[in-house]
Antibody, heavy 119, light 106 residues
């Protein structure tokens, strides 16, 4: 069955970077895009960006441009999301979510990775 | 940027009754609208896409309608497991979510 396995919780200090991984299984990795969505405590969902695992091309939400980098490793079917210059407002659960190439729906989600930014 | 607005913020409904949730887009998104359900401590789950197509495994009591700027999610007879937060998402452009409607037990 399709599964997205995310890395474990992280605690970071302000100004640091965090790199979250998402390992895909149960489907052809390069046939689906991967999105990253975050959710601050008690808040709604915020789309961060997308990566095409086939060629590695990316598009980022304007809010995160310059601070986020999404990469992939096709040999391990894993995508990565790195967020730099962390601040307390980046404390959130970060989800990876699969998206069919022809639409931008998010049809399968990982369980989420909690990132806490605190001094 | 397309802004998605959901109403009401909280909806109180009794089990067995019908729930109607609304989502409005600031400009037309055609039928490029999805609905997600999120329960506490869980990731969101895709319910509806294309404004009205149920995702795999979603019960028939969930239905979606609308196009352009006005959309509705209807749950015909609420079960205990349906009480959750529901988000709409447009994908006519890069994805954007509404702020959510919390469906609670009356």
């Amino acid at each position: 069955q399709v599964h997205l396995g995310q890395s474990g919780a992280e605690v970071k200090k302000p100004g640091a970077s965090v790199k979250v991984s998402c390992k895909a299984s149960g489907y052809t990795f390069t046939n689906y895009y991967m999105h990253w969505v975050r959710q601050a405590p008690g808040q709604g969902l915020e789309w961060m960006g997308i990566i095409n695992p086939s060629g590695g091309s990316t598009s980022y939400a304007q809010k995160f441009q310059g601070r986020v980098t999404m990469t992939r490793d096709t040999s391990t079917s894993t995508v990565y999301m790195e967020l730099s210059s962390l601040r307390s407002e980046d404390t959130a659960v970060y989800y990876c979510a699969r998206g069919p190439a022809v639409t931008r729906i998010l049809d399968v989600w990982g369980k989420g990775t909690t990132v806490t930014v605190s001094s | 940027e397309i802004v998605m607005t959901q109403s009401p913020a909280t909806l109180s409904v009794s089990p067995g009754e019908r729930a109607t949730l609304s989502c409005r887009a600031s400009q037309s998104v055609s039928s490029n609208l999805a609905w997600y359900q999120q329960k506490p401590g869980q990731a969101p789950r895709l319910l509806i896409y294309g404004a009205s197509t149920r995702a795999t495994g979603i019960p028939a009591r969930f239905s979606g309608s609308g196009s352009g700027t006005e959309f509705t999610l209807t749950i015909s007879s609420l079960q205990s497991e349906d009480f959750a937060i529901y988000y709409c998402q447009q994908y006519n452009n890069w994805p954007g979510f509404g702020q959510g409607t919390r469906l609670e037990i009356k």
